[in-house]
Each structure stands twice: as C-alpha cells, then as structure tokens.
C-alpha cells in the first residue's frame, strides 16, 4: 500500500509497550492501514521505546516530573503530538491523567485501552478488584477518549471468566492475550473510516453501539 493512503497514528506510552507491539505487528503484515508516525512516553527507559526504535518509528520522552503542573505537560504534550499530524491518537499504557483541554483536543480521534469491562472498575488495579468483588468474568474495553476518565464511549469489549483460583496476576495475563486482538481490531476499523466518535456514542458502519460496544467474544 502506498504510504501515502496510510493513516497517521500517534502512541502514547508509559511501560512495557506490549499492546503498541501488536499494533506495530498489524501495521507490518499490512492489515492495519497506517504509518505509526511517534511514539511519545512519559518515562525514559521503558521497554515501548526499543520496541518504537526496533521497528524504525521515531521516539519523544516528555518527562512529566519536570513541568509545574498537569496543564504545561499536556500543552507540551499536544505540540509534540501535533507536529506528527496524527489523525488518530493511541494510549496504549499511558498513565497519565489528561487535562479536559487535552481531551477536547482530540475528541473522537483518540483512543485507549483499559483492563475491566467498562463501566466497570475505572482507574487502577482492575484485576483485584474484580477478584474481590466476587465476579464471574472480567476483561478489557476500548474506548473513546473524553474528559471523564476510562468514561468515554466503548467500541469493543473481550470477556474472560474468572476461576477460583485466581490470582491479579494470572487474571492480568488472560486479559492481556485479549487486549492485543481488540486494540489493533479498534486501530484498523477507525483506519477504514468503519468508526466514528459522534455526540457521546460510538458508531461502527454508521451503526450506533450500545453502552458496552461491539462484544468479541
């Protein structure tokens, strides 16, 4: 495909980068219709950043620890951002909370992943909770980015069912085998022009989805 029918994508990471790996493997083989054009972090030294260098894309470390507030990060964030032209902004792993100025910014045109089935358990240390709450299944959600942390619209949901025997950890892994089919899933339908963010509803082939999108499994 000639490069200049792909969509230009920009990931934000903070860790390990594992779901940016399933994207960059979607957008080698050719079944994702896009040119990763940045991968922008957070922290210096993680693991997404050789992958970004593995494959060739350019790499910005913007270390939030030396802005004065979450508002100087995120402009600085978004002229990063915006020097690439992205038309789709990816947070695969960013731990950061973003500023309503931010989100606006990119409203229907940023996405991210989150491990619960949303609504459920937003924010942090989802695994456990679900654990403790006594749950049958658990799973991860992608969705539109809006100003309402892990609230904005879901596009797609996988389920993973919870055994007696449980731990965070083993939970995490199911969970994340998961995430690397539906995130690039998301990736390529958004590339297709198939996905659209409209009012606070997502819509697929001009379909609107309901409150916990289209069901993967």
Known sequence: ??????????????????????IIDGMQSGQLPIQISAVISNKADVKGLERAANASIPTHVIN???????EAF????MATIDQHKPQLVVLAGFMRI????????YLGRMINIHPSLLPKYQ???????????GDSHHGASVH??????DGGPVIVQAKVAIDDQETADTLAAKVLKFEHQIFPQTVQWFAEHRLTMEGNQALLDGKPLDKTGFQWN
């Open 1 to 22: 495909m000639n490069s200049t029918n792909l969509m230009s994508v920009v990931v934000l990471i903070s860790g390990s980068g594992s779901n940016l790996q399933a």
């Open 64 to 70: 939030h620890k030396e802005f004065s507030s979450r």
């Open 74 to 77: 995120d402009r600085e964030l």
């Open 98 to 105: 973003l500023t309503e100025e931010f989100t606006n910014h």
């Open 123 to 133: 924010g942090l240390h989802t695994h456990q909770r679900a654990i403790d709450a």
């Open 144 to 149: 539109f980015v809006t100003a309402e942390l």
